[in-house]
């Protein structure tokens, strides 16, 4: 029951994207940062300290959906072999039939 739970929570949020209010968010907060380094926006430097912290930004959600795919494969799996085992056996079908002192069973 467990691997349900969190099979359904990673599933919930296995579409949230960021949103437009946190995209400018994140480049108000990287332009900050650029600026705080010392970087004059417009200048290369300001350009390529930008482009980094989008490249790190960037990794950080690849690293993300590459371990919330292996957590789903997992959280699968496990559901899989859950319904394995818990497959109801088929069922035998008998029929008794008394002759006598004896009842003769036979089972299909």
Do not use: W
């Not at 099979?7 to 480049?27: D, H, I, N, W, Y």
């Not at 004059?40 to 960037?58: F, H, K, R």
């Not at 069922?91 to 003769?104: A, L």
């Amino acid at each position: 029951m467990k691997k349900i739970a969190i099979f359904a929570m990673l599933l919930a949020s296995a579409g949230c994207g960021e949103t437009p209010e946190q995209k400018v968010t994140r480049r108000a907060e990287n332009q900050r940062v650029c600026s705080n380094y010392g970087a004059v926006p417009g200048t290369p430097a300001y350009i390529q300290c930008m482009m980094g912290l989008d490249e790190q930004y960037n990794d950080e959600v690849r690293r993300k959906n590459r371990a919330m795919g292996a957590a789903l494969a997992t959280a699968g799996q496990g559901m899989s072999d859950m319904s394995t085992r818990n497959q109801m056996p088929t069922p035998i079908h008998c029929t008794s039939t008394q002759r006598g002192p004896f009842t003769n069973t036979n089972c299909y």
